[in-house]
């Protein structure tokens, strides 16, 4: 497997791939988890797939894309959008809370990251990993490439757990609470925006 990074200028450069990345969201978030999202038959896509965001998707030996996530400075605006968990804290988006965090993050330090997704081919713990590694390595490339030195996300519990087993320094921003639409624990979850700390982490 490999990492690929790009934004919408140069998304051109991977061919399918980010169209390929829109339809495994929609595999995942809408027709697996059923969340209330912006979507048609073929993908799902919303207002922060936008030019202020970077992506950082992973290719199996035969180039199909089989993870990726999305991630943006909390700087970032389009139109009467910011990022994710800002929209969310100022009443924007009525499907997360709005408590989550403590205060608003506004600093080009700070990236968020979101729509992390996996294909259901890859099941074991091992390639698991190995996708979240791939993914995080390629966003923090982005992040720090433009002056980021923290990154944090709104996501499943298990992905802390993984972060932590990968050598992420990773840890909670907020409490836990249970998404309405699938059932499952999330979390705004951070991390340094470094690569990992431990040599040889378990995968």
């Not at 202020?52 to 999305?70: E, F, T």
């Not at 809370?97 to 968020?112: F, G, R, Y």
């Not at 980021?148 to 990773?170: C, D, I, P, Q, T």
Request: aromatic residues 8%; negative net charge; hydrophobic residues 40%.
């Amino acid at each position: 497997m490999k990492n690929i990074t790009f934004k919408l200028s140069n998304v051109h450069l991977h061919g399918p791939a980010f169209f390929d990345y829109l339809s495994l969201r929609k595999q995942f978030f809408v027709d697996e988890l059923h969340w209330q999202i912006p979507h048609d038959a073929e993908v799902e896509m919303d207002q922060y797939d936008n030019p202020m965001a970077r992506y950082s998707l992973v290719l199996d030996d035969h180039g199909r894309v089989v993870a990726g996530a999305r991630a943006m400075s909390t700087t970032a605006k389009w139109g009467d959008h910011t990022y994710m968990l800002k929209d969310a804290m100022t009443g924007k988006l009525g499907t997360i809370p709005s408590n989550l965090l403590s205060e608003i993050v506004d600093s080009p330090k700070v990236w968020e990251c979101t729509r992390l997704v996996m294909a259901p081919e890859i099941k074991s713990m091992r390639g698991r990993l190995q996708c979240l590694d791939l993914i995080v390595g390629g966003l923090i490339d982005m992040a720090t490439a433009e002056g980021a030195e923290r990154m944090m996300s709104l996501s499943n519990l298990w992905v802390l757990r993984a972060l932590k087993r990968l050598g992420y320094g990773a840890e909670f921003l907020g409490q836990p609470y249970e998404n309405d639409d699938d059932g499952h624990k999330y979390a705004v979850i951070g991390i340094p925006a470094r690569h990992k700390h431990v040599a040889n982490p378990v995968l």
